[in-house]
């Protein structure tokens, strides 16, 4: 049973466009987040969701607006696509949003995000 | 500006032998410190984590090691399996702040 999942795994699609990213996890776990990895392999904190309220934005673009309908779910969604928002995008979940000892972060297996 | 910095970007270790995987960290408001594996594909797994308030930590074939006055840890892997070679992230935290991440460091362990 999968604890964290993404859709899709990849998407390739035109700048300007608009796409979402979903994300669900069966954990019960209070808090989400979204991290981005880049071409350079640094993974950063994108955004983080404590019981369905923002509670992190780092200077993330304001095309990207994450939205979370229930706790179990914070999805991406990110208009007019440019060619840096090519990445490879990572949902994950935890207890407590420092992940501390027994609250580790799960993570799902990435979206590869690719903007032509 | 990377607060938490790995500087091999790669390592190669013959199987059977210590892997120690290095990391770095500029913040001393850190106080919690983790190891994440991630293969190709996948999301990063939890691996090892250590309190600032320790200096080692020990869990089965893996040890992390803190040196505080030096902002300094690592990840040792004994022995050294196959199928350890991934990705190793370093991440670190503050309390209530999302982690920082390294870079990564990829393992490579050899028959």
């Known amino acids: 049973d999968t604890a964290v999942s993404q859709t899709p795994k990849y998407l390739v699609t035109q700048m300007g466009n608009d796409k979402s990213i979903k994300c669900e996890q069966n954990?019960?776990?209070?808090?989400m987040y979204w991290y981005k990895q880049d071409s350079k392999k640094f993974l950063k904190i994108m955004f983080s969701?404590?019981?369905?309220?923002?509670?992190i934005n780092e200077t993330v673009p304001n095309r990207f607006s994450p939205k979370s309908p229930d706790k179990a779910h914070l999805n991406l969604h990110i208009n007019s696509l440019e060619l840096g928002d090519s990445a490879v995008y990572f949902c994950?979940?935890?207890?407590?949003?420092?992940?501390?000892?027994?609250?580790?972060?799960?993570f799902g297996p990435g979206t590869r995000l690719t903007v032509l | 500006d990377q607060q938490v910095k790995q500087n091999s970007p790669s390592l190669s270790v013959q199987e059977g032998r210590i892997s120690i995987l290095n990391c770095d960290y500029t913040?001393?408001?850190?106080?919690?410190f983790l190891w994440y594996k991630k293969y190709p594909a996948e999301g990063p797994t939890f691996l090892i984590s250590?309190?600032?308030?320790?200096d080692k930590n020990e869990d089965g074939r893996f040890t992390v090691f803190l040196n505080k006055s030096a902002k300094h840890l690592s990840l040792h892997i004994v022995p050294s399996q196959p199928g350890d070679s991934a990705v190793y992230f370093c991440?670190?935290?503050?309390?209530?702040?999302?982690?920082?991440f390294g870079k990564g460091t990829s393992l490579l362990v050899t028959p």
């Open positions: 969701y404590n019981n369905k309220e923002l509670i």
């Open positions: 991440a670190a935290s503050t309390p209530g702040y999302a982690l920082n």
């Open positions: 994950a979940s935890s207890q407590d949003p420092s992940g501390r000892v027994g609250d580790t972060q799960y």
């Open positions: 913040n001393s408001m850190f106080d919690y």
């Open positions: 250590i309190s600032s308030i320790k």
């Open positions: 954990l019960g776990h209070d808090t």
